[in-house]
């Protein structure tokens, strides 16, 4: 039987749009009839459909918001019919009986436009300069956020409003009143209260620190803690796993590490660290790290604000990027504008000079990549009853290039061919941007998704339900992981949550991320297929249960030659196999398969039956011309590299300092070019 397909969103918007504006023509023609059960009748499909609305439908509500209708407007006309179907109803004169009713319906409409405007102000104030986590920030009189009833206009109308709507809407049978008066004035009692709650809250004393004192507490901060290295990081919220990556190298770090962000939202996606974490949206904010002890700054990605940063002449810059590969975004013309350019090996020192973007050869500094040190090396080949295969293709890229992903050209046929494999366990972890440049490689994606679950429910194995070692492992980890937050809690709330971390809390960290990993594999059902899109397991940490990784030319697969392991490459570029391991230096080592993934089966043999794999030595001569030497650990050079970068940092200050003392003799210069830690 086919599954039937879903409502298309945009049509449920509209039959919801529909069914509004029928309640009110219905009412308002109940209240001119006067017709007293149409009126209720509409009136209570009108505020079902508010409530529904925000509860489930949130997008119509915005197309409201445009049409300049909405919530107040609407809610303002409810209660109006309501009045007018009061008046005609019963005798004449009626004015005088309902006037202090339309006035207290009134009053309470000012009070809710007085609330509106007063928790701007409340929000305003709550607005800091600097946001941060990890911090101890109690000076700055943080504290929990007021009711979300009191900062949303549309909830607040729809629950304080809502006695006086139910009073007049009980008015109407039997033309009581009362019923109205009783309701009116319950609803100005709540408008009070809130307005009353919000207005205590701009007293000096209850509202946080001001710009200006926050921007002396955070310039007292930096003197302090005397940061001595930082990442800096902007972007969106997908990309967040781009900074993520390099938490781990820079924790472990000598000297005092900084993580700065420029994006309010940025502050919750970074994954879980120790290292103190602020949060700069202002470039006049941004520029008092020029008079810090700050040195270097480490940038996994270049975005549209790190043009900002560079200005600040007292620090110096380095590119380290998010992965390397053979995409030519890998060789950014941008990364000439930083001091030094990181790299895994002689391989990308060697793109760089090929591809002529102004790099230039000194200022190119190999230092392995340090998050690939705990990657299990090959131990042989499969020794269960189980091929554990990881297909880890790449997102479809801004250019347009067929060749990027193999999503959409090959990724069901090799999925098929793995799956038709009784002996391969699948392991399908997508890209997390995948899907969002080209629709195509999200419907492909899909039906890749599909034909796993197909695969699991043939096998019959059902799953069971997990284990008490991996609930009790995931419930450690969430809980030296996870901040808790109140509903409704704004950014001034969450700094006061995230304060500065119980001591020890990192080493736990990795504690429990490893024990939860060893509970998680250890609990999936033997040969069950698996679809990986959580934060967890990891992608390293997929890498240490695979036998073969099948993805595309991205930094995947020089990451993944860290484990020595068989590795294949999907050729969807349309270039002959000759043409596209030139093309491509890192498809050198690797089983280079066609859309039609017809090589599949012998792939597998090789993986199996390691005589039979020719690529073995290959592998490993690119493993060192991709990531450098496994002596000394990409760790110790990734720490060499930043301290011969501070060292330069401090003598550039060094020459500043003398220089100004020599231009302005009798000056103090100590102010302008501060003495950076060693």
Known sequence: MPVPLPRPPALLKGLVAVVLAAAFAAQAVAALLPHVPLLLAATAVSLATEGALYRWQRGVLSLFAKSHADITVRHVLRDLLLVVALLRLGEQDRETVYAPLVAGLL????????IQAVSVLVRRTRTLPVVT????????????APSVLLR?????????????????LASVPGDRPVCAAAGIALSLALALTGLGALLLRLLPGRRPAGEQEVLEWFDGWLAAYRPTVGLYFSGGASSAYQANMWLEPLAKLEGRPVIVLRERFMVQKIAATDIPIVCLPKVSTLMRLEHSTLQVLIHPSNSGKTSQVLRIPTIKHTFVNHGESDKLSSCNPYAKAYDEVWVAGPAARERYALAEVGVEDKDVVETGRPQLDGVTPYAGPPAGAWTTVLYAPTWEGWDGNPGNTSVVEAGENLVRALLADPGVRLLYKPHPLTGSVDPRAGAADLRIRELIRAANRERGEARPPAGAELVARAAELDRLTTSVFRAGADTVERMLVQSAPEPGRAEAVARATAAWEEAYWASLPEGEHQIVTDARPALYSCFNVADLLISDVSSVISDFLASGKPYAVANTSGLPEDAFRAAFPTVAAATVLTPDAAGVPDLLEAVRHPEKDGLAEARAALKLRLLGPAEPSSQERFGEAVRALCAKARDHRARVAERLAAELPGQRTEAAVPTAPR
Do not use: K
């Open 133 to 144: 986590r990890n911090i101890d920030a109690s000076a700055l009189r943080l504290s929990p």
């Open 107 to 114: 009053a309470f409409y000012v009070l809710h436009c007085a």
């Open 152 to 168: 949303r206009p549309g909830h607040r109308l729809l629950v304080f409003g809502l006695p006086a709507t139910a009073g007049l």
